[in-house]
């Protein structure tokens, strides 16, 4: 079956520790994105990564960095200058019109 | 800046009625609108778009309207069903390339009543 797959499904952090979230696609899209989402927000947007070796910074990417090796793959981490990383993480990707979203991450600092 | 408004109070409608889901924006001239739905603790799935050039758009049950005058997209659902009940969200946008970088509403959380 083709779509994107993220995990672990929930992560729980200590303060002062960066953590890896895995986002994987067989769809061969060649644009993927990572989200943030907050209860009563919309979705915010991170980092995007238009091709293989290519990403850029979209509205609030401070306290996160991204990597993009292969085109199947867009691992965010989270660093800890994230001041409030406590949310549910969403990574898409897109091939025309539509972007195609993976289950999520809900990311805990405890 | 960019703003999209979905009303953020629920729509709570009875099953076999049409629920009617708002969404306006400012500061924007999008040629395209898409509307996608999420469950909760789950990813949005695309429902439809609709281009600036189309009044309307249908899917099965579902009918999209987009009013480039008013700056407003209107999404129906007819003939409801609580398998319906879910967050709604639209994302207007510019871009018709594989690269979308969509601003999404808050989005508007409907509950249909069996």
């Known amino acids: 079956d083709g779509g994107i797959t993220q995990s672990p499904k929930y992560l729980f952090r200590k303060e002062g520790q960066n953590v890896t979230l895995s986002c994987e696609q067989n769809?061969?899209?060649?644009?993927m994105y990572w989200y943030r989402q907050d209860p009563g927000q919309g979705l915010r947007l991170i980092y995007y990564s238009q091709i293989v070796n290519d990403f850029q910074k979209g509205d609030i990417a401070e306290g996160y960095s991204v990597s993009r090796e292969k085109k199947e793959s867009f691992p965010l981490t989270v660093t800890s200058a994230q001041k409030n990383p406590t949310a549910f993480y969403l990574c898409?990707?897109?091939?025309?019109?539509?972007?195609?979203f993976g289950p999520g991450t809900r990311l805990t600092v405890l | 800046s960019q703003k999209i408004e979905q009303n953020s109070e629920a729509l709570n409608i009875q099953e076999g009625k049409t629920a009617t889901l708002t969404c306006n924006y400012t500061n924007y001239s999008p040629a395209y609108l898409q509307w996608y739905r999420q469950d909760p603790g789950r990813g949005p799935v695309f429902l439809l778009l609709i281009r600036e050039n189309e009044k309307e758009k249908r899917k099965e049950r579902l009918k999209v309207t987009f009013d480039t005058t008013l700056k407003q997209s209107l999404f129906h659902i007819t003939a409801s069903q609580p398998a319906d009940s879910a967050t709604y969200l639209c994302?207007?946008?510019?871009?018709?390339?594989?690269?979308?970088?969509?601003?999404f509403g808050t989005g508007t959380r409907l509950l249909v009543s069996p």
């Open positions: 769809l061969n899209h060649d644009a």
């Open positions: 898409a990707s897109s091939i025309r019109n539509e972007q195609f």
């Open positions: 994302a207007p946008s510019n871009m018709n390339t594989g690269f979308q970088k969509l601003v």
